[in-house]
C-alpha cells in the first residue's frame, strides 16, 4: 500500500500560497498544482530536480485484427528513430532538460545491441497475443513486466529524479486502453472507442466490434473462473488480460515512482488508461499524479472527467510517446519557481486587504 499524503500539511502550505504579494487564488491552477507539488514532497519549498522521461515499447497481438491503420511495423521503426534523436520526444526532452530512456518490453523485433545500443533491451516477448482468443500475457509475463518498470524508475531516482513522466511506443495499444476504461469506469465501450492513429468511421466501427466481442469473451471466461465482480468494477484482472507489456511496465513504473514520492507527469489517453490501471491496484497513487494533457482521441476527456483528473493542457495532441507530459512540463517549474521566489505581502510591505 502506498503512503497517504499527509492532509495535516495542508493548512501551512496553502497560507504561504495565499499570503503571497497576490490577490488570493490569482495564479489560478499553479496555485492548487504548487500545493500539490508541496504536499507530496511535504515542503514550503519544492523543487524539480533531473527530470526523467521513460518511454516503453511493446506490440500487441490485437493488431492482426485490423484495429489500428498503423501497420506492426511501424512500432520498430519508430523504437529506432528516437534512438537517433529524430522524433517528437526528443524534441521535447532536448527542450525541457529531460533524461530519455528507451524502453523495449515486448516489441516484435530484435535490436542489434551495436546498432540500437540506445535501446535499453528487457524484452518479455515479441508482442502479446491476440486477445480475441485469451489473455494477452501470462501472470509470469505481467509480473515480469511490472518489474521492468520498477527497475526503471529506481535507474532515474538513483540519479536524483524527483519527477518523472511515461511514453509509450505501440501501435494498437488504444484498444487495451479503450477496454479498461470501458471495464474501470462503467463508460459504454462505444463511447470509449477511438481512431487511434487515424481509422476512419468504417475503421472505429470494425475497431469496436471486435473489441465488443474481446470484451464479451473476457466476461464469460471471469465469469465462469468466480473473478468477475459486478459491484466492485474494478477489474483488476483485465489488466494483464488485455494490456501491453508496455503498458504494464508503465504501470510498474508510476507505482514505483509513487512509492519515491516522485511527481508522476501524465500524458495523454494511453498512459492515463496505465493510470486509471494502477489506481486500481492502488488508489493512493493519484495524489501523486499531475496530468499534463487532453488529447483528441475519443473518450479521454471523458476518462479524465470519471477519474477526477484536471489536465493542464489541452493542445490537440494525439502523437503519444509522453509529449502532452512533456509540454506541461514548465507549468511545473513555474509552480515551484512561484512558491520560492514570489514575495509575501508583509516582507513586501504590501497591504494585505483580504
Not at 500539511?9 to 487564488?25: A, H, R, S, T
Not at 494511453?270 to 496530468?291: E, G, P, Q
Amino acid at each position: 500500500m502506498l503512503q497517504e499524503i499527509d492532509d495535516s500539511f495542508v493548512p501551512m502550505l496553502q497560507k504561504k500560497i495565499d499570503n503571497l504579494n497576490k490577490p488570493k487564488g490569482a495564479l489560478g491552477t499553479l496555485e492548487s498544482l504548487a500545493l500539490q507539488i508541496g504536499l507530496i514532497q511535504h515542503t514550503l519549498t519544492p523543487s524539480l530536480t533531473n527530470p526523467c522521461h521513460v518511454l516503453f515499447g511493446g506490440d500487441h497481438g490485437i493488431e492482426h485484427e485490423h484495429v489500428s491503420v498503423s501497420p506492426r511495423e511501424v512500432t520498430w521503426q519508430q523504437m529506432i528513430n528516437f534512438g537517433r534523436g529524430g522524433g517528437g520526444v526528443n524534441m521535447f526532452c532536448r527542450q525541457h532538460g529531460f533524461d530519455l530512456h528507451i524502453v523495449d518490453v515486448g516489441v516484435d523485433h530484435d535490436f542489434g545491441p551495436i546498432n540500437h545500443g540506445h535501446i535499453i533491451n528487457r524484452k518479455i516477448a515479441h508482442g502479446t497475443r491476440d486477445f480475441l482468443f485469451g489473455p494477452a500475457m501470462t501472470m509470469e509475463e505481467y509480473e515480469q513486466a511490472l518489474a521492468v518498470g520498477a527497475e526503471m524508475t529506481d535507474k532515474c531516482h538513483g540519479k536524483g529524479c524527483n519527477v518523472i513522466s511515461f511514453g509509450e511506443m505501440g501501435i494498437a495499444n488504444t484498444s487495451p486502453s479503450s477496454i479498461w476504461m470501458h471495464l474501470m469506469l462503467d463508460i459504454p465501450l462505444e463511447k470509449c472507442v477511438g481512431a487511434g492513429s487515424g481509422l476512419n468511421d468504417e475503421g472505429i466501427r470494425h475497431k469496436y466490434d471486435v473489441l465488443k466481442s474481446c470484451v464479451d469473451k473476457y466476461l464469460t471466461a471471469m465469469k465462469s473462473q468466480n473473478i468477475y465482480n459486478v459491484k466492485r468494477k474494478d477489474f483488476i484482472s483485465a489488466i494483464p488480460y488485455f494490456g501491453g507489456y508496455e503498458m504494464v511496465a508503465a504501470i510498474g513504473a508510476m507505482l514505483r515512482a509513487a512509492e519515491h514520492r516522485m511527481i508522476i507527469l501524465v500524458d495523454g489517453f494511453i498512459m492515463t488508461a496505465c493510470m486509471l490501471a494502477a489506481s486500481k491496484i492502488d488508489k493512493n497513487i493519484m495524489s501523486y499524479a499531475v496530468f499534463g494533457h487532453c488529447g483528441d482521441e475519443s473518450g479521454h476527456k471523458m476518462m479524465l472527467d470519471a477519474m477526477g483528473a484536471h489536465p493542464l493542457l489541452s493542445l490537440g495532441l494525439r502523437l503519444g510517446e509522453g509529449t502532452g507530459a512533456l509540454c506541461a512540463y514548465p507549468l511545473l517549474q513555474s509552480a515551484v519557481n512561484m512558491l520560492n521566489e514570489m514575495d509575501n505581502f508583509e516582507h513586501a510591505n504590501i497591504t494585505k486587504y483580504f
